[in-house]
C-alpha cells in the first residue's frame, strides 16, 4: 500500500500535491457546510473562496508588473486557498462589509513575496504575514477555521501526504513535539491534561499548520539540525498558553518568528542564470551548464529549486528540485537532467532551452554532503540520475586532492545511460575511488561486461564492499530504488543511523 502511494506522490509535484490538497479539503468542508454540519453554507465559502481567488491574483499581478518579474500562478491559487481555510467564510449578505478584509489579506499575502524579501529570499509565509499584519493595521485576524473535529480526518489524511512527499518529518516532529510538550507543561495539574492534548490535535489547526505552512519549501531551514531547532521554536509558540509577559502568541506570529530564524541561519537569494551550453551526457540524458552567479556558496551534494517561465503550463507545474552536479570547485554550474517518456511541459521547455536562455535558481538546502570527519569510510550507491550529487562529492575531491575511504557502487538500465565515467575514472586513478557498475537491463548487456548483471544484491554488496559494516551508506536515485536498497543494507546487518538518503521529491 505504501510502495502505491510513494509511487503517485512521484508522479506529482510537491506544489501541485499542495495545490490539489487545499481544494480537496474546501470540496470537503462545502459538503459538510450543506449538511450542517460546519457553521458556513456552501454559498459563503464560494464566495469567499473566488473573491480570495480574484484579489490575490490582482495584487499579484500588480506587483509582477511593477517589479518586473514573472508571476507564479500556482503559488497565488495555493496562497489564495490557505487564506480561505484561515478566515471565516463571508454571509452573502454582509459580503460588502468583509471585503476591505479579505482585499487587504490579499493585497499583504502577494506583496511579501515582493516587497518582504531580500535578494530575491522570500523571509515569510505570504499567509501567516498577511493575517498577521491584518490583525495590526485594521484589528481583524484568522480564525483558523479549519482546526474543527468535522474536518480532522480530511485534514490528517491530506497532510499527511503533503509530509510524506517533502520529506520533513524532522520539522513536523519537533512542531507537534513542541507545541504539546508546551501544552502539557503549562496546563498539567490545571486541568485534564490528556483531554486538554487531545483537543490541542482535534479542536486547533496543528495538523494543517504543520503540513502546508510549516513546511513551506521557501521559508524552511536547508539542513536537518535547523530544521528541527526551527520546528521546536514554532511548535512552542504556537501553544495557546504560551504568552511573553502580556503578550500571547498566535499561530500566524510562532510561523513569522519561525521563518525569521529561518532566514538567519539559510543560504541568501535566488538567482537569474543564463545557459551556456547544453550537451547529451548519456541516452536520454543531458547536462545544462550554468554562468554560476556571484555570491553563491554551495556545498557538494546539494540541491536547488529551480523555476522557469512556461509557455503553456500543466498540471506538474514550473517548478522542480534538481541537484547540482557542478563541485563548488568549478567555474560553472551543471544541472545533470534524465528525460523520460511523456516528460511534463517543465522538463519540455528545459530540453527546448536555447543558449542564452534564463531560469531562476533558489532555495539552497540539502544534508546529502560529506561527513566532517575525513576518515569516515563511505559507500556511494547511485541509481540512474542519482549520480549528480556524487558527482559533485567526487569532483569536488580531486580538485582539492582530498583522499577518503569511499566506494562508489553505480546502477543503471542500460550501458549507454551511465554518465560522468570520465570523473568516476580520475577520481580512481587520483584518489583510489573504485566505482563498481551494474546494468539491470539483462537482456542489453553488452559482450565484454566486467560489472554486476542485474541489481546489485546481497552477495554482490558484501563482494564490493567487505568492510561494509564499518561504512556509511549514501544512496541517490528514485524513491523505489532508495528505499529497495536502504530495505537490502538492513537486511546486510547495517545500521539504520550509517544510512543516508538524498532529498528526491519525484522524476516529473
Given at each position: 500500500?505504501?510502495?502505491?502511494?510513494?509511487?503517485?506522490?512521484?508522479?506529482?509535484?510537491?506544489?501541485?500535491?499542495?495545490?490539489?490538497?487545499?481544494?480537496?479539503?474546501?470540496?470537503?468542508?462545502?459538503?459538510?457546510?450543506?449538511?450542517?454540519?460546519?457553521?458556513?453554507?456552501?454559498?459563503?465559502?464560494?464566495?469567499?473562496?473566488?473573491?480570495?481567488?480574484?484579489?490575490?491574483?490582482?495584487?499579484?499581478?500588480?506587483?509582477?508588473?511593477?517589479?518586473?518579474?514573472?508571476?507564479?500562478?500556482?503559488?497565488?491559487?495555493?496562497?489564495?486557498?490557505?487564506?480561505?481555510?484561515?478566515?471565516?467564510?463571508?454571509?452573502?449578505?454582509?459580503?460588502?462589509?468583509?471585503?476591505?478584509?479579505?482585499?487587504?489579506?490579499?493585497?499583504?499575502?502577494?506583496?511579501?513575496?515582493?516587497?518582504?524579501?531580500?535578494?530575491?529570499?522570500?523571509?515569510?509565509?505570504?499567509?501567516?504575514?498577511?493575517?498577521?499584519?491584518?490583525?495590526?493595521?485594521?484589528?481583524?485576524?484568522?480564525?483558523?477555521?479549519?482546526?474543527?473535529?468535522?474536518?480532522?480526518?480530511?485534514?490528517?489524511?491530506?497532510?499527511?501526504?503533503?509530509?510524506?512527499?517533502?520529506?520533513?518529518?524532522?520539522?513536523?516532529?519537533?512542531?507537534?513535539?513542541?507545541?504539546?510538550?508546551?501544552?502539557?507543561?503549562?496546563?498539567?495539574?490545571?486541568?485534564?491534561?490528556?483531554?486538554?492534548?487531545?483537543?490541542?490535535?482535534?479542536?486547533?489547526?496543528?495538523?494543517?499548520?504543520?503540513?502546508?505552512?510549516?513546511?513551506?519549501?521557501?521559508?524552511?531551514?536547508?539542513?536537518?539540525?535547523?530544521?528541527?531547532?526551527?520546528?521546536?521554536?514554532?511548535?512552542?509558540?504556537?501553544?495557546?498558553?504560551?504568552?511573553?509577559?502580556?503578550?500571547?502568541?498566535?499561530?500566524?506570529?510562532?510561523?513569522?518568528?519561525?521563518?525569521?530564524?529561518?532566514?538567519?541561519?539559510?543560504?541568501?537569494?535566488?538567482?537569474?542564470?543564463?545557459?551556456?551550453?547544453?550537451?547529451?551526457?548519456?541516452?536520454?540524458?543531458?547536462?545544462?551548464i550554468f554562468a554560476a552567479p556571484k555570491?553563491?556558496?554551495?556545498?557538494?551534494?546539494?540541491?536547488?529549486e529551480w523555476t522557469l517561465p512556461l509557455?503553456?503550463?500543466?498540471?506538474?507545474?514550473?517548478?522542480?528540485?534538481?541537484?547540482?552536479?557542478?563541485?563548488?570547485?568549478?567555474?560553472?554550474?551543471?544541472?545533470?537532467?534524465?528525460?523520460?517518456?511523456?516528460?511534463?511541459?517543465?522538463?519540455?521547455?528545459?530540453?527546448?532551452?536555447?543558449?542564452?536562455?534564463?531560469?531562476?535558481?533558489?532555495?539552497?538546502?540539502?544534508?546529502?554532503?560529506?561527513?566532517?570527519?575525513?576518515?569516515?569510510?563511505?559507500?556511494?550507491?547511485?541509481?540512474?540520475?542519482?549520480?549528480?550529487?556524487?558527482?559533485?562529492?567526487?569532483?569536488?575531491?580531486?580538485?582539492?586532492?582530498?583522499?577518503?575511504?569511499?566506494?562508489?557502487?553505480?546502477?543503471?538500465?542500460?550501458?549507454?545511460?551511465?554518465?560522468?565515467?570520465?570523473?568516476?575514472?580520475?577520481?580512481?586513478?587520483?584518489?583510489?575511488?573504485?566505482?563498481?557498475?551494474?546494468?539491470?537491463?539483462?537482456?542489453?548487456?553488452?559482450?565484454?561486461?566486467?560489472?554486476?548483471?542485474?541489481?546489485?544484491?546481497?552477495?554482490?554488496?558484501?563482494?564490493?564492499?567487505?568492510?561494509?559494516?564499518?561504512?556509511?551508506?549514501?544512496?541517490?536515485?528514485?524513491?523505489?530504488?532508495?528505499?529497495?536498497?536502504?530495505?537490502?543494507?538492513?537486511?546486510?546487518?547495517?545500521?539504520?543511523?550509517?544510512?543516508?538518503?538524498?532529498?528526491?521529491?519525484?522524476?516529473?
Amino acid at each position: 500500500m505504501l510502495k502505491l502511494v510513494d509511487n503517485f506522490l512521484d508522479r506529482i509535484t510537491m506544489y501541485r500535491l499542495v495545490l490539489y490538497y487545499l481544494i480537496f479539503l474546501l470540496a470537503i468542508a462545502l459538503a459538510l457546510g450543506s449538511l450542517g454540519m460546519l457553521p458556513y453554507s456552501p454559498a459563503s465559502l464560494l464566495l469567499t473562496v473566488a473573491a480570495l481567488l480574484v484579489y490575490c491574483w490582482a495584487a499579484n499581478a500588480l506587483f509582477a508588473g511593477i517589479f518586473k518579474v514573472p508571476a507564479n500562478a500556482e503559488s497565488v491559487y495555493i496562497t489564495a486557498l490557505i487564506l480561505a481555510l484561515i478566515i471565516s467564510p463571508a454571509k452573502p449578505a454582509v459580503f460588502l462589509a468583509s471585503a476591505p478584509f479579505l482585499i487587504w489579506a490579499s493585497v499583504w499575502a502577494m506583496a511579501s513575496k515582493f516587497i518582504a524579501n531580500i535578494g530575491g529570499k522570500h523571509i515569510f509565509n505570504p499567509a501567516a504575514f498577511a493575517v498577521a499584519l491584518t490583525a495590526l493595521t485594521i484589528n481583524q485576524s484568522a480564525s483558523w477555521w479549519i482546526g474543527t473535529p468535522v474536518l480532522f480526518p480530511a485534514v490528517l489524511i491530506g497532510g499527511l501526504l503533503v509530509i510524506r512527499k517533502v520529506r520533513r518529518f524532522d520539522a513536523v516532529i519537533a512542531f507537534t513535539a513542541g507545541a504539546l510538550l508546551t501544552i502539557f507543561l503549562l496546563t498539567v495539574g490545571k486541568s485534564n491534561t490528556i483531554l486538554t492534548l487531545q483537543r490541542s490535535l482535534i479542536y486547533s489547526p496543528l495538523v494543517f499548520f504543520a503540513a502546508i505552512m510549516l513546511t513551506e519549501p521557501l521559508t524552511m531551514p536547508p539542513d536537518r539540525n535547523s530544521r528541527i531547532i526551527y520546528g521546536f521554536l514554532v511548535g512552542w509558540m504556537f501553544a495557546p498558553e504560551t504568552h511573553l509577559g502580556s503578550f500571547y502568541f498566535t499561530p500566524e506570529l510562532a510561523l513569522l518568528a519561525g521563518n525569521l530564524y529561518s532566514y538567519i541561519v539559510s543560504p541568501k537569494g535566488r538567482y537569474a542564470l543564463k545557459l551556456l551550453a547544453k550537451q547529451k551526457a548519456g541516452q536520454g540524458i543531458y547536462d545544462f551548464i550554468f554562468a554560476a552567479p556571484k555570491g553563491l556558496a554551495f556545498k557538494p551534494g546539494q540541491y536547488m529549486e529551480w523555476t522557469l517561465p512556461l509557455k503553456r503550463g500543466d498540471s506538474r507545474g514550473n517548478r522542480r528540485f534538481l541537484t547540482l552536479a557542478s563541485s563548488p570547485t568549478e567555474r560553472n554550474l551543471l544541472l545533470g537532467v534524465k528525460f523520460y517518456p511523456d516528460p511534463s511541459r517543465f522538463k519540455q521547455e528545459l530540453a527546448d532551452l536555447d543558449t542564452g536562455g534564463g531560469i531562476v535558481g533558489g532555495q539552497l538546502a540539502g544534508d546529502f554532503v560529506l561527513p566532517d570527519r575525513r576518515d569516515k569510510k563511505l559507500v556511494f550507491v547511485a541509481g540512474g540520475i542519482g549520480i549528480t550529487p556524487f558527482r559533485s562529492i567526487i569532483k569536488y575531491l580531486i580538485d582539492r586532492n582530498e583522499k577518503r575511504p569511499i566506494t562508489l557502487l553505480y546502477s543503471n538500465r542500460q550501458f549507454n545511460e551511465i554518465v560522468y565515467s570520465d570523473v568516476l575514472e580520475e577520481a580512481r586513478q587520483k584518489l583510489g575511488i573504485n566505482t563498481f557498475y551494474a546494468l539491470t537491463d539483462l537482456k542489453q548487456i553488452p559482450e565484454g561486461w566486467q560489472g554486476q548483471k542485474g541489481h546489485f544484491d546481497l552477495k554482490a554488496v558484501a563482494r564490493a564492499v567487505p568492510d561494509f559494516k564499518e561504512r556509511e551508506f549514501y544512496i541517490s536515485g528514485s524513491h523505489n530504488m532508495v528505499t529497495g536498497f536502504k530495505d537490502l543494507l538492513l537486511n546486510l546487518g547495517v545500521r539504520r543511523a550509517e544510512i543516508k538518503t538524498d532529498f528526491f521529491p519525484g522524476l516529473v
